[in-house]
């Protein structure tokens, strides 16, 4: 998925060294054929009472098993409104050898990016895979500081830049924070279904401040919007018995935030539900599974997978009810080639008595096939 005409010979060199690399190690004697593997190693759960610290906790955590990094917004540019997410993510496998060698994938990176515009009809998007290591790729502990071959996510001089040199597109963005951080569940654990450890470190950055360059067809135009990031780390993020979730984030006209998600089971009802909302003055309201309900008002098939979407939605969380309808219907995202799936993600506006009163994005996974982190 590299974009050929701009990727550098040390950037390519760097790539084959890794890709190459199982056949560079040094061939086994014969007593270490015989050594017995070792148990693959624990992963770090996730534990009630966990206090979130920042900025610690906004970089890598490496002894979980997954990680992600999300930003998703609106910009508004001579183009018109346009979406745009950019995601990172960290999977640590599950290594049964205590194999030295520098070309053990002991983390692996995936990185995503897509525009959706009304004007295009579908996502232009692209996405990245590398292990760690090697300069290829990488996550930081102590502050954001992400990595894929040149995309990027850091942290610089107080706000957040993403440097993404995609095929079809170029964003060189920075986020800058005008809340703080909005804890996700029982003060940033965010529980994913009954059993304690089906859950999440989670917290999310609503309001973002958005300014920067976008790039398409050569041709670079200051952009301006905002966004949402959501930061999230876990070990045993899915029941077995969960199937995909829906995920939904909105930063508010009046300046408040609504976070809501819920799990799904094999027949499509909701299998587990949560989420917040930040009042404009500040307040925060944490909702239970009970206080979430997801009904789907209109559906999408999509051609190219023939999986269903349901793009529109009415949406309750406690007391508040909106209704939800995408920028566009085809928003389909095609990621077998970094994370092995194919889901929905796209831009959203938020509707209260047909007026908008909101934007944001809408995540639909596990409606091709199970999602399986």
């Known amino acids: 998925m590299r974009n050929r005409k701009n990727a550098s010979p040390t950037l390519s060199r760097r790539r084959a060294l890794a890709l190459l690399g199982g056949m560079?190690?040094?061939p086994q004697t014969s007593a270490q054929v015989n050594k017995p593997r070792l148990p693959a190693p624990a992963f770090a759960p996730v534990v009630p009472g966990y206090s979130l610290r920042f900025p610690q906790d906004e970089g890598n955590h490496p002894g979980f098993r997954t990680e992600w990094w999300y930003v998703t917004g609106w910009l508004d540019s001579g183009s018109g409104s346009l979406g745009f997410q950019i995601t990172f993510f960290r999977f640590r496998p599950e290594l049964k050898s205590d194999n030295p060698s520098a070309f053990t994938p002991r983390h692996i990176m995936a990185a995503h990016a897509a525009i959706?515009?009304?004007?295009?009809?579908?996502?232009?998007?692209?996405?990245?895979?590398?292990?760690?290591g090697f300069a290829l790729a990488g996550a930081g502990e102590g502050r954001v500081g992400v990595w894929v071959d040149d995309w990027s996510l850091k942290q610089e001089n107080g706000v957040y830049r993403a440097r993404i040199p995609a095929r079809d597109f170029s964003f060189d963005f920075t986020f800058a924070a005008t809340q703080p951080p909005l804890l996700q569940g029982n003060g940033g654990v965010s529980?994913?279904?009954p059993r304690p450890?089906?859950?999440?470190?989670?917290?999310?950055l609503p309001q973002l401040k958005v300014q920067g360059m976008l790039t398409r067809n050569g041709k670079a135009e200051p952009a301006v919007g905002t966004a949402w990031l959501d930061h999230e780390w876990s070990s045993s993020y899915m029941d077995e018995r969960a199937v995909g979730w829906d995920w939904l984030g909105i930063n508010l006209a009046d300046g408040g935030a609504l976070m809501v998600f819920r799990?799904?089971?094999?027949?499509?009802g909701k299998f587990w539900a949560g989420g917040a909302y930040r009042a404009p003055d500040g307040s925060t309201r944490i909702f239970e599974s009970g206080?979430?309900?997801?009904?789907?008002?209109?559906?999408?098939?999509?051609?190219?997978?023939?999986?269903?979407?349901?793009?529109?939605?009415?949406?309750?969380?406690?007391?508040l009810r909106i209704d939800v309808s995408p920028l566009m219907d085809d928003q389909e995202n095609d990621t077998r080639a970094s994370t092995g799936t194919i889901y929905w993600e796209g831009a959203v506006r938020a509707l209260q008595d047909g007026k908008v009163v909101g934007r944001g994005y809408l995540e639909?996974?596990?409606y091709w096939r199970r999602l399986r982190l």
Not at 116 to 132: C, F, I, K, T
């Open 191 to 193: 529980r994913k279904g």
């Open 24 to 26: 560079l190690v040094a």
């Open 364 to 366: 639909l996974t596990g």
């Open 263 to 268: 799990m799904r089971e094999a027949q499509g």
């Open 116 to 132: 959706s515009d009304p004007a295009h009809g579908a996502l232009q998007r692209d996405e990245r895979v590398a292990r760690e």
């Open 197 to 204: 450890a089906s859950a999440s470190y989670y917290y999310s």
């Open 291 to 319: 206080d979430v309900d997801f009904m789907p008002l209109r559906r999408w098939r999509s051609s190219r997978s023939a999986a269903a979407y349901p793009v529109a939605w009415r949406i309750t969380a406690g007391t």
